[in-house]
């Protein structure tokens, strides 16, 4: 190991974890969270998880569902949760007001020692399929408007996350605009979420950009080290990461549509610990390089350089590695933690060494899932329009 690296973990130590125990009791309820996704039949169960978060000071925990041996074991927890209405049920909610009702009683309701700060609904909806485009807005508000009913909207917050093909970027970071065909629903989307104090969600991720744009961009800006930083000529502003640049590149494409104010939170980042062949960035050292950084770029909370004042929050994808998930086997490689709960690496995470790996791992059956990030194509796509974003010269 490298001097430098050596440096820097002891640096860590000293300067930055004694800064999360500091921060760790109030304030620090945001720069930090995780998505806990469960689509494998391996991973430890819920109650488990719960005190895998606790033992890792991990508070701000988002879900792909509203599954309830979840929201039950979070109960009491003091873990700040949000939950989705997934994609297959976002046409129902925007038809049927009365099932909106219903679905909030159901799930956030009834939970109500559960902590739910937030209900997603739909996740990377826009830049996909039109008819349930179309149907996200009607969705938002008749969540929005039962949650008001059940008068529950002052502490839920109602969002939506979105991939970045709602984008079409140029360079540099400060002329993305919002992508044509999805105006229409982005435009009266924004105009709600600003009327109700809801941030813009965004999905975002460095290992797809950098994975399909072979060549073209340096692989330490993509992990957070040290690189030829990146010049926006139209602001002045200097970039020495690629997920700064991606998030300013949202925080543009909104002030450039007359949405100045609105906050940025990434409601998903991550890099996968394995891949195919033609995916050599996925490995190990790539995700814990990534990962490690990331949590010390968060623990500065610090905003990017376009929004300097707006600390960034970021959950991180994801949790657990997946092995149900479909698609390349860097889908199935994004988890922090292995199956049984042990680390997958070590990004500087206290109070966690090897899992509690007893037998009793519950298997997973249910499979109401999340249905977002299974649009790879269309991040496949987004990826390939903002490469020049992101060139490095
Ligand atoms: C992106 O912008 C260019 C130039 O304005 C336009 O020709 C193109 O159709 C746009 N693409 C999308 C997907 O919006
Ligand atoms: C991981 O990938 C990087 C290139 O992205 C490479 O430099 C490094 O050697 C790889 N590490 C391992 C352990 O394969």
Redo the contacts with the bound molecule.
């Keep these: 190991m490298e001097a430098g690296r050596v440096l820097a973990q002891i640096l860590w130590l000293f300067l930055v974890v004694p800064a999360l125990i500091v921060f760790g009791a109030e304030a620090f309820t945001g720069t930090y969270g995780i998505n806990y996704g469960r689509l494998a039949d391996n991973i430890p169960s819920p109650d488990k998880v719960v005190k895998l978060l606790k033992a890792s000071k991990i508070k701000n925990v988002r879900i792909f569902d509203s599954d309830q041996s979840v929201l039950e074991a979070f109960s009491g927890s003091g873990l700040e949760l949000t939950i989705a209405v997934n994609n297959g049920l976002v046409k129902e909610m925007s038809s049927n007001e009365g099932q909106a009702v219903k679905w909030v009683k159901e799930n956030v309701e009834s939970y109500q020692y559960s902590n739910i700060v937030g209900v997603a609904v739909g996740n990377e909806v826009l830049g996909g399929d039109q008819e349930l485009s179309a149907a996200l807005l009607g969705a938002v508000k008749n969540i929005y408007a039962a949650l008001q009913k059940a008068q529950l909207s002052d502490k839920v917050m109602v969002s939506t996350a979105h991939s970045q093909a709602v984008f079409n970027n140029s360079f540099p970071p400060s002329s993305c605009v919002f992508a044509e065909n999805v105006v229409q629903y982005m435009k009266p989307l924004l105009d709600f979420f600003a009327s109700i104090g809801s941030p813009f969600c965004l999905n975002a991720y460095p290992f797809l950009a950098f994975m399909y744009n072979p060549g073209k961009i340096d692989?330490n800006y993509a992990l957070f080290e040290k690189t030829t930083n990146i010049f926006d000529p139209k602001t002045g502003l200097y970039y020495d990461n690629l997920l700064d640049a991606q998030i300013d590149a949202a925080y543009s494409a909104l002030a450039n549509s007359g949405y100045k104010k609105m906050e940025v939170i990434v409601t998903e980042t991550g890099w996968a610990s394995r891949g195919d062949a033609n995916e050599?960035?996925a490995?190990?050292?790539?995700a814990r390089t990534f990962n490690y950084n990331l949590r010390k770029r968060l623990a500065k909370k610090k905003g990017t350089p376009l929004r300097p004042k707006i600390p960034l929050k970021a959950y991180i994808f994801a949790m657990f590695n997946e092995n149900q998930k479909t698609g390349p086997t860097s889908e199935r490689n994004f988890g922090l933690f292995k199956a049984d709960g042990s680390i997958a690496y070590d990004i500087g995470y206290k109070g966690l060494k090897s899992s509690s790996a007893d037998s009793s791992l519950k298997l997973f059956k249910d499979l109401r899932y999340r249905s977002g990030y299974g649009s790879y194509l269309l991040t496949f796509m987004m990826c390939t329009l903002s490469s020049l974003l992101f060139l490095t010269r």
């Design positions: 692989i050599a960035a490995n190990l050292t790539n």
